[in-house]
């Protein structure tokens, strides 16, 4: 029996941008497989490639100047990278839909909730105006949202932020996509209420079995809710593994960086640990490994030789730490040691 389709794949994908620098390389040699009712996890800092890549998927790049300069994406074995416009349109809201980290640039200000939900009813399907209101109040009720009926007549700015994230999961649901793409769901709402959001969202994906790629730079929002997840740093996944390893076994110094930088992994108030130094910017990237000069573990040959993928089942790691013969030569497990923090950021412990 053929082994059962995945919903998304991402093959080698290369995203570029032209600027009146030329054309820069955002991100590169991307690859990436989520299973129908998979959650997946994409995660790191600010201008990692983040966006850029939901985008891709999308087809949202900012025309003409981003655009796919290499790989392609497939959705249900189907070509979609580089699909016309008008073929594209019919997939977004109906196969993929996408929530952004703030509704109000999502979210037309001059119309009512009810007006902005019906919209797509109108475009899609051939209700009656009656049906239309019926849907809407169901599916504003199945998100959360008190008093529906008095809702649909208010205007977003009427609404919360927390109201508006559900506004915009319902507005993303309403045509039942296969793929939710969730941008920063969370990152403007407060604890609590990002909370509820996630559960939400977790709620969506066991009920309608829908698949979710959640894009964060948050590792606290992937623990919770995703099953896989992709570490980005400067334009490439680093890390890909389920989340249970990740966090048991992280291998990418990278991603043992960020987990000993959650708040809650380092108990002494305080005394949060960072990692020291910047992404570097896409005209700028080191040459070898991308994170080698934020690395205390790089090697020579970390700055002068692009790493290797190095796979141990679906765990991938992108270092040279982990070839084998590295392995083989400096047999100490490369480990980040919690809550540490007096300028001797990483510890080797064998
Ligand atoms: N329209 C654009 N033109 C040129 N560069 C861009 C454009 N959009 C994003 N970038 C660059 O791409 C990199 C990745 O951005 P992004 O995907 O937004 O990061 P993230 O979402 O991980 O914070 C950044 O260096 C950003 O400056
Ligand atoms: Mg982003």
Redesign the pocket.
Same mark, same amino acid.
């Given at each position: 029996m053929n082994k059962k389709q995945p919903l998304l794949e991402i093959k080698d994908l290369d995203?570029s941008?032209? =600027?009146d620098k030329g054309t $820069?390389r955002? $991100?590169h040699g991307l690859n990436l497989t989520l299973e129908q009712g998979e959650i997946i996890g994409?995660v %790191?800092? @600010? %201008? @990692? %490639?983040? @966006?850029? =890549? @939901? /985008?891709s998927v999308m087809g949202l /790049? !900012?025309h003409p100047? %981003?655009f796919i300069s290499n790989g392609e994406i497939l959705l249900d074995g189907r070509k979609i990278s580089n699909l016309k416009e008008k073929e594209m349109r019919k997939l977004r809201g109906n196969e993929i839909s996408m929530i952004f980290q703030e509704p109000m640039t999502s979210l037309n200000p001059v119309y009512t909730i009810g007006d902005q939900l019906s919209e797509p009813l109108k475009q899609h399907r051939k209700m009656t105006a009656k049906e239309r209101k019926e849907r809407i109040i169901e599916i504003l009720n199945k998100v959360g949202i008190p008093r529906a009926e008095q809702i649909i007549h208010e205007y977003p700015h009427q609404l919360s932020g927390g109201m508006r994230q559900r506004v915009m999961i319902s507005l993303a649901m309403l045509g039942e996509p296969k793929l939710l793409i969730a941008?920063?769901p969370t990152t403007a709402l407060d604890v609590t209420i990002q909370a509820q959001i996630l559960d939400l969202i977790r709620r969506i994906n066991k009920g309608k079995n829908t698949s979710v790629m959640l894009?964060t730079?948050d590792l606290g929002v992937v623990a919770e809710i995703c099953d896989k997840v992709a570490v980005?740093y400067a334009?490439e996944i680093v890390e890909y593994t389920d989340v249970r390893t990740l966090f048991d076994e992280p291998l990418h110094p990278y991603t043992q960086g960020l987990i000993a930088s959650m708040p809650n992994m380092n108990e002494r108030k305080g005394e949060l640990y960072s990692i020291p130094g910047n992404?570097p910017? !896409?005209?700028d990237l080191p040459i070898g490994c991308h994170f080698s000069t934020r690395c205390s573990f790089a090697t020579e040959r970390c700055r002068v030789e692009e790493p290797p993928s190095i796979k141990n089942g679906d765990h991938m790691v992108l270092c040279w730490l982990h070839t084998k013969e590295a392995m083989e030569a400096q047999p100490v497990e490369v480990k980040q040691e919690v809550g540490v923090n007096d300028g001797d950021q990483y510890a080797i412990t064998s």
């Open positions: 995203v941008f032209r =600027t $820069v955002i $991100v994409i %790191g800092e @600010s %201008g @990692s %490639g983040k @966006s850029v =890549t @939901s /985008l /790049l !900012p100047n %981003g941008d920063e894009i730079h980005m334009g992404v910017k !896409p005209t």
